[in-house]
């Protein structure tokens, strides 16, 4: 009679500990929760803003490096192709001394060898045209976790989301906040916005840092600033934790920066909560030890932890919390083991706030 009792109690605490996740998963869906998205659905979302975003032509100015087509009309023997210098100065046959090309735009410099021209006598109506013909004194350059880095030209005035679809989107482990590194130069009165293709020596970087989640959740446009030459854009790595076996959505979730804390209830419940037939007092994390490579599997009682009885667990970055059905967990093991190295065959997810 009285293991009778005691079976209907731990029945009893079962049904409980179930209903409680499942509660805690339907809160996360109201607040939020219901909001993961795929890495796919967020880097289809970044291209979707970049275009919507996408910034109207402006002059760039010209750099260090960039091969410039100047042409005066009527005039073949000025008609010359010259490479901007360290110094950002170009030379032309006729005109004594060099000109100062670097941080002018085209139609700038048009105007500047024109009157050069003039003054000194050579054409009495000089018509000078001026083009970039090859540019790379502009360089954005995209690393981290993205799925193309990337360095490119900014050609035109070019925004942080512009850039992340330059370089194909966010990898599955990217972290919620990236790093805009920016040379400054060493005049702090220099106007802000110029790009970096002057002549003066780098003055220092400046550090900006913008969270994933106020540029594509926010709707609030002051977040996906514009990049400049010299930019680097840097995505850091986060980590993964991986929930699998009787919980309702499987996967792996990306931690929302570094080092944040995750627990096991907390990964539960960003699962959508336990199955009906789960067995959470016989759940596994399993880690691989980065010392000795070898994976522990360390047991978690989680009916004991939602009783107060034992503490929350910590996870880490690629630990996988499997919690298996009832007579599943062999067959968990048969397949391959924990999900260390799954790989492509697990959907990654990433909050959406």
């Given at each position: ?344 065959s697990i959907i990654v997810f990433r909050a959406a706030q």
């Amino acid at each position: 009679m009285l293991g009778t009792v005691r079976g209907v109690r731990d029945c009893v605490w079962l049904w409980l500990i179930c209903l409680v996740l499942l509660v805690l998963g339907s809160t996360g869906r109201a607040y939020g929760q219901d909001k993961f998205q795929t890495s796919q659905q967020t880097n289809d979302r970044i291209q979707q803003l970049a275009s919507v975003a996408r910034t109207r032509p402006v002059d760039t100015p010209i750099g260090t490096g960039d091969l410039v087509h100047v042409e005066v009309f009527d005039v073949p023997d000025l008609t010359r192709e010259v490479r901007v210098n360290e110094s950002g100065l170009i030379s032309l046959p006729l005109i004594p001394g060099r000109i100062q090309a670097s941080g002018l735009t085209t139609y700038q410099l048009e105007q500047k060898v024109a009157e050069l021209l003039l003054e000194n006598g050579l054409v009495s109506h000089p018509q000078v045209s001026v083009f970039v013909k090859e540019q790379n004194s502009q360089p954005i350059t995209v690393v981290g976790a993205v799925l193309k880095p990337a360095t490119f030209q900014a050609v035109r005035q070019t925004t942080l989301l512009e850039a992340l679809a330059q370089a194909g989107g966010i990898a599955d482990d990217a972290a919620n906040e990236l790093n805009i590194l920016r040379p400054v130069a060493p005049d702090a009165a220099a106007k802000e916005g110029t790009s970096g293709g002057g002549a003066d020596p780098p003055g220092g970087t400046q550090t900006i840092t913008v969270r994933l989640t106020d540029l594509l959740y926010s709707g609030d446009p002051t977040f996906n600033i514009p990049v400049y030459g010299g930019d680097i854009i840097n995505v850091p790595r986060s980590g993964i934790v991986f929930v699998t076996g009787a919980v309702n959505q499987p996967g792996g979730y990306v931690l929302e920066s570094r080092g944040q804390p995750l627990t096991t209830l907390q990964a539960v419940t960003m699962a959508r909560g336990l199955s009906g037939y789960a067995k959470p007092n016989d759940a596994v994390i399993i880690r691989l030890h980065q010392d000795t490579g070898v994976k522990e599997e360390i047991p978690v009682q989680l009916k004991q932890i939602m009783d107060r009885k034992k503490n929350d667990i910590r996870l880490f970055a690629n630990d996988t919390l499997y919690i298996p059905e009832s007579g599943g967990r062999k067959a968990f093991y048969k397949i391959g083991g924990a999900a260390l190295g799954i790989g492509s065959s697990i959907i990654v997810f990433r909050a959406a706030q």
